[in-house]
């Protein structure tokens, strides 16, 4: 698992419709995740379909959280990288909340 902030562009989550979901094996728009518009997207492959999966959260209009996700050989097949990917997001959501309040 990996978790990116993208701080360089300043285009938010218009960057990555504009980049990643022409070129997407699997793109999906997510229920918002704490209110934040987010998408999952595969992109280096359609066989990586079944362990990988990317989440990108808004969570600013400039800014966005990415969470990279590669399956355990345990969990491919029974689990979804997508669902499990929007989980560890919503997760993240909580703790940069958590933090901004502190």
Same mark, same amino acid.
């Given at each position: 698992?990996?978790? $990116?902030? %993208? %701080?360089? =562009?300043?285009?938010? *989550? $218009?960057? &990555?419709?504009?980049? %990643?979901? #022409?070129?997407? +094996? *699997?793109?999906?728009?997510? #229920? %918002?995740?704490?209110?934040?518009?987010? &998408? $999952?997207? =595969?992109?280096?492959?359609?066989?990586?379909?079944?362990?990988? !999966?990317?989440? +990108?959260?808004?969570?600013?209009?400039?800014?966005? =959280?990415?969470?990279? *996700?590669?399956?355990? +050989?345990?969990? &491919?097949?029974?689990?979804?990288? !997508?669902?499990?990917?929007?989980?560890?997001?919503? *997760?993240?959501?909580?703790?940069?909340? /958590? /933090?901004?309040?502190?």
């Amino acid at each position: 698992m990996g978790i $990116s902030y %993208t %701080t360089q =562009v300043h285009d938010g *989550l $218009s960057a &990555v419709y504009a980049n %990643t979901k #022409p070129r997407a +094996s *699997l793109w999906k728009e997510l #229920p %918002t995740i704490q209110g934040f518009p987010a &998408v $999952s997207d =595969v992109a280096v492959g359609a066989e990586a379909e079944k362990d990988f !999966c990317e989440v +990108s959260v808004g969570i600013r209009d400039d800014l966005t =959280v990415d969470v990279s *996700l590669n399956l355990g +050989s345990t969990k &491919v097949g029974k689990a979804a990288p !997508c669902d499990v990917g929007a989980q560890i997001a919503d *997760l993240l959501v909580t703790n940069l909340r /958590r /933090r901004a309040a502190g």
